[in-house]
């Protein structure tokens, strides 16, 4: 009986050591369950901070970016309940700034990047000269090298070196030279064209060098590129007055002024041998007359946008001007009056570098001036005046410069 007895102790005994063992593992594996909870819990509340770190990094440098568009690259932490962002604003480049922010809680890191770029708008300018219902007139010597688009007759004796269309039954190309093809109502003598379409009811009395088509269908009107809402959007980003000194200054002789996004009440007027660096657009609602040899250009941080001189007035460019954008490719000067003389835009000897436009006047191109693009209602080309149209200009973007036309235009985790 006792030797049961032993036999029948040892065995609860082991038993129970091992209901001792197995219960102290559950209780090791469960505390190892609570302990990895515990810390994944902690972690993704530091992650969250690290998130949230990250994205008032972001916001931070976009109210900076906002008070100060054109400020140089940067780079900075800032601490925000215990967690600390490092954000990097880089330089301009192509007219945006891809901004990142890394936010850290403990090792903890999440990244946050957003890019802020110019809000800009794309105009198309398809023909070297695109000209409304005032036509286009050519004097002796004077070139286009482009497509031309008429909504008026074509008169003269320069030369078109690529195609020519004339809308509107009634007008018509006379004494001018079309190397490429020309689609118009009537095509009179001393006009000479390579190929030609003409419409029923037309006169053809011009020398033809290939062939000669009629059509019954009148050739439709289409409206010039620029609407008046985007005219009307550049002038409220200018409306803002301009620097009252900056002003003095550009009247004076061998100046440099930095100028815009602003306007200009009354007239401007320009002195000799100035130079004057665009950050916006300039909105002149009087005349703008520049003197001889003056320098206008956009700043730099344009990149390869274009940027705008806009007048209520008319603009005479003077002598030996230039004009050019930030001097990256598709970055273009556009100068735009809305007056409707006959001399809304008189692009003066040896003037060249912009793209010229006339919403309801004369744009009148002088001796010796070459342009990139020219656009308007009624076009009159002096001798040996030539227009050499830029492939750039079929698709510019434009904007109201550093000054003004910032929007994020992505948000997102890295």
């Known amino acids: ?45 530091k992650s969250t901070q690290s998130y949230y770190a990250a994205e008032s990094g972001i916001e931070d440098a976009l109210l900076r970016l906002n008070n100060s568009p054109q400020m140089a690259a ?23 700034r891809a901004v990142t922010s890394q936010g850290n809680n403990n090792g903890i890191i999440r990244n946050i990047q957003t890019v802020y770029a110019i809000d800009n708008d794309k105009l198309s300018f398809y023909y070297g000269v695109e000209v409304g219902a005032g036509g286009l007139s050519m004097s002796n010597g004077s070139e286009i090298l482009g497509n031309v688009f008429s909504g008026g007759s074509i008169s003269g004796s320069g030369t078109i070196d690529n195609n020519a269309v004339v809308s509107g039954n009634g007008n018509s190309i006379q004494g001018v030279t079309v190397s490429g093809d020309a689609l118009v109502y009537s095509c009179l003598s001393p006009a000479n064209v390579q190929n030609l379409t003409y419409v029923t009811g037309g006169v053809h009395t011009c020398t033809v060098h290939g062939t000669t088509t009629v059509q019954a269908n009148e050739i439709s009107q289409q409206p010039l590129p620029i609407p008046q809402s985007q005219i009307d959007s550049w002038k409220s980003e200018a409306a803002t007055a301009c620097d009252a000194t900056a002003i003095s200054n550009i009247s004076k002789n061998n100046k440099s002024v930095t100028l815009g996004p602003c306007k200009v009440t009354g007239n401007l007027v320009f002195g000799n041998s100035d130079t004057v660096t665009l950050t916006g657009t300039l909105y002149v609602n009087g005349n703008i007359t520049f003197n001889n040899t003056d320098t206008v250009k956009l700043d730099s941080s344009y990149s390869t946008l274009g940027g705008v001189i806009l007048a209520d007035g008319t603009i005479n460019t ?97």
């Open 74 to 96: 940067a780079n900075y932490t800032l601490t925000v309940n215990g967690a600390t962002a490092s954000i990097a604003i880089p330089a301009i480049v192509g007219g945006s």
């Open 318 to 414: 003077g002598n030996g001007n230039t004009f050019s954008g930030s001097g990256q490719t598709g970055s273009y000067l556009l100068m735009i009056s809305t007056s409707t003389s006959d001399l809304a835009i008189v692009a003066s000897n040896n003037t060249n570098g912009a793209v010229f436009y006339t919403t309801a006047g004369g744009l009148n191109i002088s001796n010796n001036v070459s342009v990139i693009e020219a656009t308007g209602y009624k076009v009159i080309m002096g001798p040996n005046s030539k227009i050499q149209y830029s492939s750039g200009v079929v698709n510019i973007f434009f904007s109201g410069g550093p000054g003004g036309g910032w929007r994020v235009t992505s948000w997102e985790e890295k």
């Open 1 to 45: 009986m006792k030797k049961r007895s032993y036999q029948q102790g040892y065995v609860i005994s082991l038993i129970t050591f091992f209901v001792l063992m197995i219960m102290l593992s559950i209780a090791i594996s469960m505390s190892a369950i609570i302990a990895y909870r515990q810390k994944n819990s902690t972690n993704i509340i």
